[in-house]
């Protein structure tokens, strides 16, 4: 995935530790490919093609391919408010998103033409990622951004994993709450190993964690005699993500 740096400047480590060697510096504008990612750091490849690491606190920008979702917009040629248009886009038509600008306290987002013809368009444009280049991994469509990843997850374990969970399963299979947590955990693990941060799914990931789960639940189950569940389907996976939404809903009234 390629992004635009946002920030003024951003050090770039040879490993993920701020006392290894120096190996770059970024500034506002540069456009990094970015790999593995963590909370901590990022691993990043440079305009000039090396590799290293970056705090995983720096701001930046995903470019990506989009449709206009409203009426129509004009590109300017350059973040202002009475700058020349450049051409006008209709509803449905696709373009990249290429940057984000702030000048005199107003958003504008860089964008590039197929062609490859640049302009500028109001931040708050209403627009459609194009689902084959989402994330740019296998196309899923995300749940949430990456920023919100954190609270998706705290909602998840704290709404799901503590009262969703055991509750609906709890009832269902006969376990009652108390003896449903556990299993309510597992569950929650799931979703965690399946998760990526950029709020699509991991099938890689997320099929051989439900088998693995499941295998456990069977395991404990033939061993004790005694009932044991993993939250999967359809239900479960509504319930789970739906819980995670709410922790993204209280998230943002925090935030406010």
């Excluded at 770059?24 to 440079?46: F, M, P, S």
């Excluded at 990843?149 to 269902?172: E, R």
């Excluded at 799914?201 to 069977?218: E, L, Q, T, Y």
Aim: aromatic share 10%; proline share 4%.
């Amino acid at each position: 995935m390629k992004f635009q740096v946002l920030e003024d400047k951003a050090t770039v480590y040879s490993a993920r530790s701020s006392t290894s060697e120096v190996v770059g510096e970024l500034h506002a504008g540069d456009e990094i490919t970015v790999g593995k990612r963590g909370y901590w750091w990022i691993e990043a490849t440079l305009p000039s093609g090396k590799t290293g690491y970056v705090s995983g606190k720096i701001k930046i920008f995903q470019i990506c391919d989009v449709s206009l979702n409203q009426k129509s917009v004009s590109v300017v040629a350059s973040p202002a408010a009475n700058s020349k248009i450049k051409m006008t886009y209709k509803k449905g038509d696709k373009f990249t998103l290429a940057g984000l600008v702030t000048q005199d306290g107003t958003q504008w987002v860089k964008i590039r033409s197929d062609s490859g013809e640049v302009g500028f368009i109001p931040a708050a444009t209403k627009i459609r990622l194009v689902i084959s280049t989402i994330g740019g991994e296998g196309g899923e469509t995300p749940m949430f951004k990456e920023t919100e990843y954190l609270p998706f997850m705290l909602g998840v374990f704290l709404i799901g994993g503590l009262v969703g969970i055991p509750l609906a399963y709890g009832l269902i299979s006969g376990l009652g709450y108390f003896k449903s947590l556990p299993w309510s955990l597992v569950s929650c693990i799931v979703l965690l190993i399946a998760f990526r941060r950029s709020g699509s799914i991991s099938w890689g990931r997320a099929v051989p964690a439900f088998i693995g789960g499941a295998m456990v639940v069977n395991a404990y189950n033939q061993i004790t005699g005694k009932p044991a569940f993993i939250a999967g389907g359809f239900l479960g996976f509504l319930l789970v993500g739906g819980c995670g939404l709410i922790g993204i809903w209280i998230g943002r009234i925090f935030k406010k």
